[in-house]
């Protein structure tokens, strides 16, 4: 390294003395190395956020995820979320449309952490969750009106989800939005 007394030696003519060409070269090489590091740490850090992203886009598109979004389009009402409910020991409809829920759920709480890049959820299935929200917001009431909110860490489990639909055109109702957003557009 060049020392700090070198830099500010000056030479016979007044002119600062720069040290040897080795020192700078060394010197050279060393703030390439760190702008080296500096961008391998970048491009992993998006290499992973799209491994994720492409990670959960395989587990969204397996046959019984797809079959469960399909499912998620009978709810047309809290009461049919209920019935599939009660009926879940006897088929596997709960199960399959509830891990479809879940799963969007996942990829808005990733979304919404940054863990996955935002433009690009949004455009591989924000028009899916937008589509579908009508239905949703059905088993989000179920799900917070049947005590499972009540839970250790559920709490507000569904709120990267209504996060997610506010991040599309989709009508969010108000009563699913949190306190400190008076409408989707707030």
């Given amino acids: ?3 700090l007394s070198a830099l500010a030696a ?4 007044g002119a600062p003395e720069i040290g040897t060409v080795a020192e700078w070269v060394a010197a050279v090489a060393a703030l390439m190395a760190i702008g080296l590091s500096i961008f391998a740490l970048f491009v992993a850090w998006r290499s992973s956020r ?3 992203l492409v990670s959960l886009q395989e587990r969204l598109d397996a046959r019984e995820v797809s079959e469960g979004r399909r499912i998620i389009y009978d709810a047309k009402s809290v009461n049919d979320v209920a019935k599939m409910f009660a009926r879940r020991h006897k088929n596997s409809n709960w199960d399959r449309a509830n891990r479809a829920v879940n799963l969007w759920n996942t990829l808005a709480q990733f979304t919404r952490l940054g863990i996955v ?3 690009l959820s949004l455009k591989l299935w924000g028009d899916s969750v937008e589509e579908a929200w009508e239905h949703l917001e059905h088993f989000i009431r ?3 009106g049947a005590g499972f909110a009540d839970m250790p860490g559920r709490k507000d489990k569904w ?5 997610f639909a506010t991040n599309t055109t989709a009508r ?5 939005l949190p306190p400190d957003r008076q409408s989707p557009l707030g």
Avoid: T
């Fill in 117 to 119: 890049d935002r433009k």
């Fill in 172 to 176: 969010v109702s108000p009563d699913l």
């Fill in 50 to 52: 799209r491994n994720s």
């Fill in 142 to 144: 179920f799900r917070r």
């Fill in 1 to 3: 390294m060049i020392p």
């Fill in 10 to 13: 000056r030479g016979e003519a």
């Fill in 159 to 163: 709120s990267s989800l209504v996060w």
